[in-house]
């Protein structure tokens, strides 16, 4: 099965360290790339997945659970042309 890709977008809660953050996420698999960012939004998160569920449980249980984790922004990639 083709893989999916998704962009996160996360919002680092004031006092907590983004950089913490990207570090913990980057370890898993599924993660392509991590990019602290400016703007309204602190981190980027490239992530493959397979399916839905997938993608689910990884923003769910695991990247809403890391501490410092705020707001969350996740878009579905449906075509990539370059």
Do not use: C, H, P
Not at 13 to 18: E, I, K, N, R, V
Request: hydrophobic fraction near 45%; glycine fraction near 6%.
């Amino acid at each position: 099965m083709e893989q999916m890709e998704a962009l996160i977008f996360v919002e680092v809660s004031q006092g907590s360290s983004a950089i913490e953050i990207a570090k913990a996420v980057s370890g898993d698999e599924k993660v392509t790339e991590v990019m602290l960012i400016s703007g309204q939004w602190d981190l980027l998160i490239r992530l493959k997945y397979s399916n839905i569920e997938e993608l689910s449980n990884f923003v769910v249980s695991q990247l809403r659970k890391e501490k410092g984790v705020g707001r969350t922004d996740t878009t579905i990639v449906l075509n990539k042309v370059k």
